[in-house]
Every structure is written in C-alpha cells, then in structure tokens.
C-alpha cells in the first residue's frame, strides 16, 4: 500500500481508503452487516488503514460498522474520516431529498451546518464510532443558510477540545474552499472524480495544488460503471439510486463499455482487473490524492486494495488518457 500526507498535516492515509457509503445499505438497496464489516477488516488486512464514513450513511448504520470492524486492531492504526451536516431528524437548512431511510420509512435530509448541529452531531458520531477522536472531520455539503465561518469555527472548536483531528471540506468549490481555509486549516477537499467526471480539473485540482490541499477522489469507478461488470440492460436492485442516473442508461453502458474494451489489453498485460487499472490511472493523476473505493464485500475490497500494486508508465498513462478523451457520454 501507499500512503499519503494530506496537504501540509501529518495526517497520511492510504492512497486508497475505504469508503463506507455502500456498507450503510443506504440508497445501495439494502446492505449484509456482515459482509461489510468482513470487506473493512480484509481490506485492513491490504493495508488499507484509512476508512470514510457519514452519519447519513444508513443514518448511523455505517458508522456503528465501521466501529465493529475495527474493534482489536487499534485505534492508533486505523483513520477515521467522517462528516457533518445532512441532517435527516431535524428540519433546518437546506432541504436535500426526500428518501427512506433501511427500514423503508420515509426520511426528509436537510443539509445543516449550524454550531449547535455540528457540537451535537460530532458527539453522536463519537458515540456510534466508538472512539474519543475523529482523524477528519469533513463538512458533507456545502449550505447556504449558514456562513461558512459559523461552521468551520466550530469545527476548530473541536479540534480545540481534541475531539477532532483536522478539519476537511466535501462538494466545496476552489472559492467555497478558499473562503473556509481563513477560518480554520482545511486540509482536504471530497469530491466526485472519475474517468467520465473530471470537471475538476479545470479550477479545484490547480487551486489544490498551489495550496497544498488534499483532494480526496470519491466514487473514482462512477458507483460500479468503470468496472466492466456492468453491460447494457443491466437491472438495479429495488432502492438503489443508480436506476435513474444517465450514467447508467443502456446507450452510456454501450459507449463505456467500447472504451473499457479498450484499455482492458494494459489491465491483462499487468495482470489486473479493468477496475484495478482505473484506480491506479485515478491516483496517478495530478493533484489526486486519494481514492475512495467501496465494496460491499471482501472480496471487492481486497481487489480495489491490490490496485496499488499497479505501476503505469507515462506512456501508459497516456494511452489511457487519449481514449477516454475519446469516449462521450448521452446526457
């Protein structure tokens, strides 16, 4: 495994870090605790130490299996990253969605990020994580009924108290980011990156770089697409949000799929799967630091972990990149 120094902390996480969203069955069409406690702990096992979660993953759920997993590894071996403010037993703030929540009751979500909401929720996480301390403490969304001062002040309040680690932001723009870094040091930034979502590139990444903040890559194999396993005609479990996304439809699996076709005599040749090769071409890119791979299961994890392992030439990445400059997506 690699591991990485996040902006300018001492904080280093592993260059692929575990994410917990699917493991809270949330919005994934239902989760086997087992299985994803079984996907931490052999992912664990890879070297894999660094684990991000959230609250209103399974609204709590997650998090309660993250600290099962860990139990008897060692608190001081493992990373903790987790989030505040979507809210889904409080109506305050921006309404996000409506959703239902892993018993199929109905959930209004609020994005949240008062003082008083981000006191209480950190002591919640505290409780359902087990632990006295959060290594990253990541604001989940930006919201506009709160100034970003208010928010980021009490999370360096936290920090204060030694509650909190480091502070982290998710979804900010490079203005968003700028603006919450006079407040408190914000040493990373979450957001949605892959090979069929790079606007980041265009401000974030350079912003990032001249900065010296981290950016943490989530759903890096767009929720399953960039896998190869999904084909045209393919049928999501009832409850799983991917249904109606146009990443998803069966013209964009068609055209994913041509460009994996692609690509998938390198991934042979370096004796790894085609999702093993993204990962790697994902933290190779510039300003990436980061990448959170979920699994649902050990043996994905141990997969998505072994992309490490992966070592691409220049060239390689090269080719890689000037197909999928190639590939367009049906929107």
């Not at 495994?1 to 994410?19: D, P």
């Not at 069409?29 to 959230?54: F, L, M, P, Q």
Request: overall charge negative.
């Amino acid at each position: 495994m690699e591991y990485r120094k996040i902006g300018g902390s001492e904080l280093q996480l592993s260059a692929i870090t575990f994410g917990a969203w699917a493991a809270g069955g949330w919005m994934w069409g239902g989760t086997e605790r087992k299985d994803a406690i079984d996907a931490i702990r052999k992912s664990y096992d890879e070297g894999v130490t660094s684990i991000d979660t959230a609250p209103i993953y399974g609204q709590g759920d997650s998090e309660e299996i993250v600290a099962e997993a860990i139990q008897g590894i060692g608190r001081d071996k493992v990373q903790i990253l987790t989030k505040f403010g979507m809210r889904w037993d409080l109506a305050k703030g921006d309404f996000a969605m409506k959703s239902k929540n892993n018993h199929g009751q109905d959930i209004d979500i609020y994005k949240y990020a008062g003082k008083e909401s981000i006191i209480k929720e950190c002591e919640d996480s505290l409780r359902r994580l087990k632990t006295d301390y959060i290594d990253l403490y990541q604001i989940h969304w930006p919201e506009s009924t709160t100034p970003i001062q208010e928010s980021m002040e009490a999370v360096a309040q936290l920090i204060q108290q030694g509650k909190v680690r480091y502070a982290g932001v998710c979804n900010y723009s490079a203005e968003q980011l700028g603006e919450a870094s006079k407040y408190v040091d914000v040493i990373s930034d979450q957001v949605p990156y892959s090979m069929v979502k790079r606007g980041i590139e265009k401000e974030l990444v350079p912003f990032c770089i001249e900065n010296n903040k981290a950016i943490i890559a989530y759903s890096p194999l767009e929720r399953g697409l960039l896998t190869g396993k999904m084909k045209p005609g393919h049928k999501f479990a009832e409850g799983d949000h991917r249904a109606n996304i146009y990443f998803y439809s069966d013209e964009n699996l068609k055209r994913v799929d041509a460009f994996l076709d692609k690509i998938k005599p390198l991934a042979e040749a370096k004796n790894a799967t085609i999702a093993q090769l993204v990962l790697r071409w994902t933290i190779d890119q510039p300003g990436i630091t980061i990448a959170l791979a979920g699994a649902r299961n050990a043996e994905q994890s141990v997969q998505n972990a072994k992309a490490v392992n992966i070592k691409l030439a220049a060239d390689e990445l090269d080719f890689i990149t000037t197909e999928l400059n190639k590939l367009e997506l049906v929107k």
